[in-house]
């Protein structure tokens, strides 16, 4: 559709605002913090933007709960009080979990505890192995970054988490948290669900706190990098029996010390009960390991146990009497969505906490903003999100965690005669049982009764379910070699089960067992177990030793049933062969740099390869290459059956942000023109069960179509019939080399549920639907993936490599064409009428260039016409954060202060050097924020100068900015930006 312009005819001529010159900036200092009076900005269109997609801010002074309505789970909250945050006020900060997404461990802000926007991310990578990358069979799916701990301690900024498969827990510090990067200890070992916590009461001593089934502690040396005491068992459910709201899940646990009492908060779900918050109150941090005589002195009372509001964390409030409220920030799974924070009021009594109202938290229950704001502040607040439209115009700021380092290993030494060749001895059994021991108590015989040649191995007088056959082959097996391995498995005894599970597993040293195939044979018929595994990279293994078993079960459930469990059983045929290597490296241009920055809602599906996904190849586009063939040969490591993976979760470089709830729309468009016979590219809406559109390339024909994977999810994946295009859901593409794509997601009919609609268009104009709407989309049980459902723009290869895809823009709104609502531009019309009422005198160059920028796009949308709600809410919600980013901050008087920022080489590295002089009659304080630390320049006097060189590390530093706050010695403090131009150090 046309409209006319929202300005109604000649547009307002606004003045310029003043110039600050590229490498110098002049500062103004604040007039006022308030918006203009409405009669000072005269008649314009009501322009009251609704709240972000994932506010639940009503506006009337009371929010909903969850808050988000998207995936945001293990939340941990730092506060930073008002007399050191730099802004008269507190300033709150929020870590989630992420697993195996990258950037991994995103730092959110709020000043409101309501509102909430992305501002850092505590790494790029958890790792360059195998398992964060996809390579080599490996993936982290459900595993990586977990259940994360915050806290900020004297002026610095730490981040605990453990990892299930990246080398245990690690400690990340920083002394900025939004704008700073991270240094990282690795402590090690394990530590599940962590909880750092500095005891203030003994000199800020640190502890972790951690544990499922138990609450157990480690103290931390001074700085952080050992491990020098343990505390087990401070406390565990057997402690209080009778206590019904004790048992089940106990984990997940953070720690507080509020009025001289230590409080431990863990999620519990005790049998045929809900989720639930219980909490342990004690005077005594380490509990029983510091009384006199060994008794618990930590008493225990059910926190929350309404409609599944669990783990999660106490946040601090500051009163107008100065003493600090409790509030609880406590998820709730709410899936397929996620698991969605929740900010509860708690009443608090004896030093005793009630939560909601008596107890009771409904969903989508209301509650009073605990701080409050002034209406343009509000109003800003409202804005932010951590979902976002985006046009890839690669105009987002340069971040920290995009200069990660990391030193790449070696290739391996590889022993190529091991390779290809059988590495089992005697595995037919034709020399009876030489080469084999026996694993447990069995009696091993050669036999007669063959799979095939003339014996095979007759197993008799088991007493546990691993009893039976093993073969040590520790010095044949080497790290990032990928082995298949194999077995032919019969059973006969007629009191045993008609089917049955069998496995063959590796026992790695200890009590570490991993399951590398199974199968479920029948009785009486020879079956196959198969399956293949990869020694990971750099992790020569200490001990491997090859065994087939039954399930495991307890000496118990064995002697009440030994015919289900310990039956005899055949064995012939056992193989293991290293496949030739093909093993895929870690490359420095995959790690490195690219020049192409993502705004911070995005994340990848694992690390991605930075040598195939770009924003500069094609200026306003997202490019995706395809850097590798997907093979079909991945499996779910983390799963004991080890499921294989789809092309969908195998391919790299996937795009993902968060969805939504109830419901939640994204377009894109998508140019094809590149693609490869092979590739299939798309928008998709996924978890382990997913739905997406996408074209495919197959034999010189382009087609568009959908697939819909749902469950239940089988153990052997044909990759080919589950992401085959639905019947009746199929376009032929002809001659087009474009088409645009949308995907409507519907979290509410019914909840608990997702369901998608697709729809497509040729000419951007006319849309039509593929199909009805597909899905159901569930918890999947088994937990693979363990997240919400995620937008994803995704490429990928199944013959040859280098095809690639272009993406122009991803729009967003929270209506879905099934809605029948139609087209509603009034808010977009509101914005741009709001936008031409203001002067760029009022308020601060850079806020007024950017809104500039976003007026401009919105504009030019205006002119296109509008065929989708995402093409006028993905302009309006940008035009409009900008909008409200103007209402409090206003006029600036001239500051002779002034701020320059250089780039030069030393020893073959750029060199940022930020100068400041101040012309002022009066000392100030100088605070500049770069990509690269940060630097305070305090009380700097009437004609003095101070400089700092922030080293970058890079050979070629890109342009960017300096983000610098002047606060003058009784005056307000004042934001500016300065840039830098770019540096080649290079030979």
Sequence with gaps: MRKRHPAGGARPRSRTARAAGALVATLGLAASLLAPSASAQGETPAWDPAPSFTSTDQGDGTYTVPLFNADVPDISVARVPAAESGEGRDVYYMISTTMHLSPGAPIMRSYDLVNWEIVNYVFDRGSINDSFSLRNGENSYGQGQWASSLRYHEGRFYVFFNTNNLGGAYIYSTDDVENGSWDKIALGRGLHDGSLFFDESDGGTPYVFYGSGAVHAVRLSEDLTQIVAEYPNIVRPADYPGQPFVGGLFEGTQVFEIDGYYYLVLITWPSGQGRQVVLFRAEELLGRHATSDGSNPYVARSGLNSNGFAQGSLVPIAGEDGQDTWHGMFFRDTFPIGRIPALIPATWSDGWPVFGNAGVVPVGGAFPRPIELSEAEHRLERQRAIVASDDFDNDAPHRPWMDEEWDIPAAPDVDESLLGVELLTNGGFEDGTTGWQVNGTAQLAASEDAYS???????????????????????????????????????????????????????????????????????????????????????????????????????????????????????????????????????????????????????????????????????????????????????????????????????????????????????????????????????????????????????????????????????????????????????????????????????????????????????????????????????????????????????????????????????????????GAGIDTAPLEAAIAHAHTLDAADHPAPEWAAMQRELAKAEAAWERGFSTQNQVDAPERALSLELARLGVLTAQQPLDVTVTADTRCVVGRAVLAVRAHNGEEVPVTVRADSAHGSRTFADLAPGRSAAHAFTTRQVVLPPGEVSVTVTPEGGSPLELTVPHVAQSCGA
């Design 453 to 819: 040649g003339d014996q095979a191995l007759r197993v008799t007088g088991r007493v546990d379910t691993g009893s039976g056959p093993i073969q040590d082959v520790t010095a044949k097996v080497q790290p990032g070699i990928t082995y298949d391995v194999s077995a032919m498995i019969r059973y006969d005894d007629p009191a045993s089960p008609a089917t049955k599970q069998f496995f063959i597993t590796s026992h790695n040293g200890g009590s570490s067992y991993t399951n590398r195939a199974t199968v479920t044979a029948r009785r009486g018929e020879w079956a196959r177990i198969e399956g293949s595994f990869t020694v990971p990279a750099g992790q020569p293994p200490t001990t491997m030793r090859l065994f087939v078993e039954t399930p495991w079960v307890n000496s118990a459930t064995v002697a009440a049933d030994p015919a289900a469990h310990i039956m005899d059983l055949l064995v012939d045929d056992v193989s293991l062969v290293g496949r030739p290597t093909v093993t895929e490296l870690p490359h420095p241009d995959e790690i490195a740099f690219n020049g192409s920055r993502l705004d911070e809602v995005w994340q990848w599906n694992h690390a991605p390869d930075n040598r195939y996904w770009s924003l500069t190849d094609r200026d306003g586009w997202l490019r995706l290459t395809t850097g590798k063939a997907v093979t079909g040969d991945y499996v779910f490591t983390k799963l004991g059956d080890r499921p294989g993976l789809t092309y969908l979760e195998e391919a790299r470089n996937t795009l993902s942000q968060r969805t939504f709830g109830p419901r939640s729309s994204a377009e894109t468009t998508l140019d094809f023109s590149g693609m490869r016979d092979g590739d299939t590219a798309g928008l998709a809406v996924y978890n382990r069960g997913f739905s997406y559109v996408a074209v495919r390339r197959d034999g010189g024909e382009t087609t568009l179509g959908v697939v819909n994977r749902v469950q239940p999810f089988p153990v052997v994946v044909d990759q080919e019939a589950t992401e085959a295009f639905l019947p009746g859901t199929t376009v032929d593409l002809g001659e087009a080399t474009e088409v645009h794509l949308k995907a409507d997601a519907d979290f509410a009919s019914p909840t608990g549920q997702l369901w998608t609609t697709f729809y497509y268009s040729l000419d951007g104009e006319t849309w039509s639907p593929l199909g009805q709407r597909v899905g159901p989309q569930t918890l999947d049980g088994t937990l693979a993936h363990f997240m919400g459902h995620r937008f994803g723009l995704f490429n990928y290869a199944t013959e040859e490599t280098g095809g690639h895809v272009d993406f122009d823009h991803f729009l967003l709104s929270d209506t879905l064409t099934a809605q």
